[in-house]
C-alpha cells in the first residue's frame, strides 16, 4: 500500500509539474516599427477567408523549419481599385505585404524593411499591376520608382513629388509631412500628383519605401532623366535654392 501511495503521488507531482510548464504563457513578439497596419483587422480576415477565390498566389513562409505555403487572394485589393476605392485599396495593400512578408511580419502585424526581400517578385509586380490599371498609369510602386529615379533617389524631393508634404503658410518657403488619413488624396483626377499612391508609413524613416522601391521586382526600368528641374525650391524673391532640413518638419504622419 505504501509502494503504491507513492507511485500516485510521484505521477500526480510529475502531471502537476508538466500543467505548469505547458501553461506558461509563450514570450511576447519583438517590438520595431514600419507599415503598422491600420486598426481594422476585417480586411485581413476577408483577405484570408477568400482563398477560394481565383486570383490566388503562393508565397512561402518565412521560417525556416517548414516548407509549407500560403495562397493569398489580391480579390479584394482588385475589387477596391475597380470601383476607385482608393482609400480602402490603400489599407489593402498594407494587409497584403504583411502577408506576403512572411509568417514573423504577420505574427508582429506589420513588416521590417529587411523582410522585404521575402516578397516573391510575382507577387509585388501584381499588387503594382493592379494598381496601374485601375488608375490609368497613374498609382503604383513603379510609378513611384520613376519619380524617384527623376530626383536622384532623394526621399525629400520625392515627397515632394508625390505630394506627400505640404507647403506651410509662412513667410519663408516651408513643408511639413500630409497628415493621414485627411490630409491624402483619396481620388483620381488631374490635380492628384503622379505616384501619390499607395502610401508607405516613413514613421521611423525611409527605409522600408526604400527596400520596396530596389526590389527585384521592378528593376530594369530605364532611369529617366528630369528635364527643367534642379530638385530646388523657389523662394519669393525668384531665386532657387537647395532643399534643405532646416525647410522641413522631420514629422512622417503617415
Do not use: C
Amino acid at each position: 500500500m505504501a509502494a503504491t501511495h507513492s507511485l500516485r503521488t510521484l505521477h500526480h507531482h510529475h502531471h502537476s509539474s508538466s500543467f505548469k510548464r505547458l501553461s506558461t504563457p509563450p514570450p511576447p513578439p519583438p517590438s520595431s516599427f514600419f507599415l503598422k497596419p491600420p486598426s481594422s483587422s476585417t480586411s485581413t480576415t476577408n483577405t484570408l477567408s477568400s482563398l477560394s477565390s481565383t486570383t490566388t498566389f503562393s508565397h512561402p513562409s518565412s521560417t525556416t523549419s517548414t516548407t509549407t505555403s500560403q495562397a493569398i487572394s489580391f480579390d479584394t485589393l482588385q475589387h477596391h481599385l475597380s470601383n476607385q476605392n482608393f482609400r480602402q485599396a490603400d489599407e489593402e495593400t498594407r494587409h497584403l505585404l504583411i502577408l506576403l512578408a512572411g509568417e514573423a511580419a504577420q505574427k508582429r502585424g506589420y513588416v521590417f524593411f529587411s523582410e522585404v526581400q521575402f516578397i516573391s517578385q510575382n507577387d509585388l509586380k501584381a499588387i503594382d499591376e493592379l494598381w496601374k490599371k485601375h488608375s490609368n498609369n497613374k498609382f503604383g510602386y513603379s510609378v513611384q520608382k520613376r519619380q524617384w529615379q527623376k530626383v536622384k533617389k532623394d526621399f525629400t524631393k520625392l515627397f515632394l513629388k508625390l505630394g506627400w508634404m505640404k507647403k506651410l503658410d509662412t513667410e519663408i518657403e516651408q513643408y511639413n509631412y500630409r497628415a493621414f488619413p485627411d490630409e491624402f488624396i483619396w481620388e483620381l483626377n488631374d490635380e492628384t500628383p503622379e505616384g501619390h499612391l499607395p502610401l508607405t508609413n516613413a514613421l521611423r524613416g525611409t527605409q522600408l519605401f526604400n527596400s520596396i522601391l530596389s526590389h527585384p521586382a521592378f528593376e530594369g526600368q530605364e532611369e529617366e532623366a528630369e528635364t527643367g528641374e534642379n530638385g530646388g525650391v523657389t523662394v519669393r524673391d525668384g531665386t532657387t535654392k537647395p532643399l534643405s532640413n532646416k525647410f522641413f518638419k522631420p514629422n512622417y504622419s503617415f
